[in-house]
C-alpha cells in the first residue's frame, strides 16, 4: 500500500510501547495457559500452579527435538510440488513464485509419524515436554526474528514491508521489516505460516489424544471431536494453502517477530489448549450434545468455506460462472468489490464462519470452566482487530468505492449486532 511521499504508515498495536509489552504478554499468556491446562482448577484468570524454573523449560534433547521437526518441515517444503504459484504483483513490478504442497507435507508427516509409532515411538509422551517445547519455540522465534531483523537491513527499499519501517527498532523488530525474506527460493513467512506450527499443532491434538487413550483405555468422544474438528481446518488450510498467498499477513505485514512467534510458538502450543485440558480434566459427552456441536461446526466450516472460496474465485477470474452473476461495486484500481453473496451479507462473512468453529472446538470442553473458551476470546478479539486494520487497508486501497460498500452492507461481521 503506497503511502503519500515522506510519510509513513501510521503505527499499530500501540507502537513501540505495545509492541515491547505484546513481545513480553504473549509468551507469557503462552506459558501460563499451559500451566493452567495441566493444573487441579484450571483457573484462566487464577495464578499458575507454580512458575518454571529453568530445568523445567530448558532441555537441549527437546531443543533437539523442535530443531528436528523445523528440519523435516523445511525438508517437505522442498520436495517437488505438484504446482507453483505466483503472488500478487510487488512493488518492483515482479511476483514471487511459492510452491503449493503444503497438503503433502501434512500427509508426508501423517505417514512418518504412522511409521515412526509403529516402530514404538512413544508419542504419548510428548504431552510432557510442552513447556519446554514451547520455550524452544519462543527462544527460535526471538532468534529468528533478530536474524531477521539484520537481514533487512541489506535489502532494497522496495523490499520492506509498508508497517515496517517506522525507524523505532523495537516497533520494527516487532512488525517485521522485509515483506518476503528469502534465501534464494526459499520463503520464510510462507513456510512458518503454514506447516511447522499449524502440522505441530494436530500433532500435538494426536499425541494428546493417544496419552488420553494410555491413561484411560480410550480417548473420550470430547478428545475425538476436538481432534477431529481441528484436523479439518488445518487439513483446508493447506488444501487451500494458495489462498494464503493474499491475506494481509503475506501481503501487508513484514516477517517480524509477531509472526514469528504467532506461527512457530502461540498456534501449536495454544490452539491445542481444548485437548490439553481435556486430558487432565475429561469431561462427560452424550450423543446428542455432540451431535449438536458437531453441526455448530458444520455452519461454521460451511460459512468459512463458502465465504472464502466465493472471494478467492471471483479474485482470480470475476467472469467465473460461478460468481459472475454477483452484484458488484467498481473501484478506481480497476478490480470490483463483491456487494452481493457472501459479502454482501456482511463484510467479513469468513471472520463469522471461523468464529462459529471457535465456539464449536470449545463447547466439547463443558461450561465448568472459562479456561477452553479462551481460543473463543482471544480469537475474536484478534479479528475484531484484524478487522479494523483491513477496513484501513481497503478505504486506502478503494477510498470512495470502499466508503460505498460500507454504506451497502453496514455489518462487519455478525449481521445486524456487529
Ligand atoms: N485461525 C486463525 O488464527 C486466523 C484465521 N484467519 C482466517 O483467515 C482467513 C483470511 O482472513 P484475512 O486475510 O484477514 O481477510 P479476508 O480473507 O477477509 O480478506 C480481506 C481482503 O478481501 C478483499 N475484500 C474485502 N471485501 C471484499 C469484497 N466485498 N469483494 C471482494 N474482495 C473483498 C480485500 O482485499 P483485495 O481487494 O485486495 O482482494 C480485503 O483486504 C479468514 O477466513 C480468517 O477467518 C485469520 C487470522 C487468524
Ligand atoms: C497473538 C499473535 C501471536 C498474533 C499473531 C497472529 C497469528 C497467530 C495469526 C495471524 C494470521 C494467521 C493465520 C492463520 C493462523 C494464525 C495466524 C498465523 C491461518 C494459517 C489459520 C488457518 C486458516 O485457514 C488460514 C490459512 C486462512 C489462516 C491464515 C492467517
Redesign the pocket.
Known amino acids: 500500500m503506497a503511502y503519500p511521499r515522506g510519510s509513513r504508515a501510521p503505527l499499530e498495536f500501540g507502537g513501540p510501547l505495545g509492541a515491547a509489552a505484546l513481545m513480553v504478554l504473549l509468551p507469557a499468556t503462552m506459558f501460563h495457559l499451559l500451566l493452567v491446562a495441566r493444573s487441579g482448577p484450571a483457573r484462566l484468570l487464577g495464578p499458575p500452579p507454580y512458575l518454571p524454573g529453568p530445568d523445567v523449560l530448558w532441555s537441549p534433547r527437546v531443543l533437539l527435538l523442535w530443531l528436528a521437526w523445523l528440519g523435516l518441515q523445511a525438508a517437505l517444503y522442498l520436495l517437488p510440488a505438484r504446482k507453483v504459484a505466483e503472488g500478487?504483483e510487488l512493488k518492483d513490478k515482479s511476483r514471487l513464485r511459492y510452491p503449493i504442497n503444503g497438503f503433502q507435507a501434512l500427509v508426508l508427516t501423517a505417514l512418518l509419524v504412522g511409521l515412526a509409532v509403529s516402530a514404538g515411538l512413544p508419542l504419548g509422551a510428548l504431552p510432557e515436554m510442552l513447556v519446554p517445547l514451547a520455550f524452544a519455540a519462543t527462544l527460535t522465534a526471538f532468534i529468528f526474528s533478530f536474524l531477521l531483523y539484520l537481514k533487512a537491513l541489506g535489502v532494497p527499499p522496495s523490499a520492506l514491508a509498508p508497517g515496517g519501517t517506522s525507524g523505532n527498532p523495537i516497533y520494527d523488530f516487532f512488525l517485521g521489516r522485509e515483506l518476503n525474506p528469502r534465501i534464494c527460493s526459499f520463503d520464510f513467512k510462507y513456510f512458518c505460516e503454514l506447516r511447522p506450527g499449524l502440522i505441530g499443532w494436530v500433532l500435538i491434538n494426536l499425541a494428546l489424544l493417544m496419552q488420553e487413550a494410555e491413561l484411560r483405555g480410550s480417548p473420550s468422544l470430547a478428545m475425538w471431536l476436538v481432534n477431529g474438528f481441528q484436523l479439518l481446518?488445518v487439513g483446508d488450510?493447506l488444501w487451500h494453502e494458495e489462498?494464503?498467498l493474499?491475506?494481509?499477513?503475506i501481503?501487508h505485514d513484514g516477517f517480524g517477530f509477531m509472526l514469528a512467534f504467532?506461527d512457530l510458538a502461540w498456534?501449536p502450543f495454544t490452539?491445542s489448549l481444548q485437548a490439553q485440558f481435556l486430558l487432565h480434566h475429561p469431561q462427560p459427552l452424550g450423543l446428542p450434545m455432540a451431535s449438536a456441536i458437531c453441526l455448530i461446526n458444520a455452519l461454521g466450516y460451511y460459512i468459512?468455506r463458502r465465504?472464502?472460496s466465493q472471494?478467492n474465485t471471483?479474485?482470480k477470474n470475476p467472469s467465473d460462472p460461478r460468481v459472475a452473476g454477483l452484484e458488484?461495486?467498481p473501484?478506481a484500481?480497476g478490480?470490483?468489490?463483491?456487494?452481493s453473496g457472501w459479502?454482501?451479507m456482511v463484510?467479513?462473512p469468513?471472520?463469522l464462519?471461523?468464529?462459529i468453529m471457535?465456539l464449536a472446538w470449545s463447547l466439547p470442553c463443558g461450561v465448568s470452566h472459562l479456561l477452553p473458551y479462551f481460543y473463543f476470546l482471544y480469537?475474536t478479539a484478534?479479528?475484531v482487530h484484524?478487522?479494523a486494520r483491513?477496513e484501513q487497508?481497503?478505504l486506502q486501497?478503494?477510498g470512495l468505492a470502499w466508503q460505498e460498500?460500507c454504506r451497502r452492507?453496514p455489518y462487519r461481521i455478525l449481521p445486524y449486532v456487529y
Open positions: 500478487l481446518y488450510a489462498a494464503v493474499t491475506t494481509m499477513d501481503t504467532g498456534v490452539y468459512f465465504a472464502n472471494k471471483f479474485r458488484t461495486i473501484t484500481t478490480r470490483q468489490l463483491l456487494v459479502w454482501g463484510r467479513h469468513n471472520y464462519g471461523d468464529l471457535a480469537f484478534l479479528l484484524r478487522e483491513d487497508q481497503c486501497k478503494y460498500y452492507v
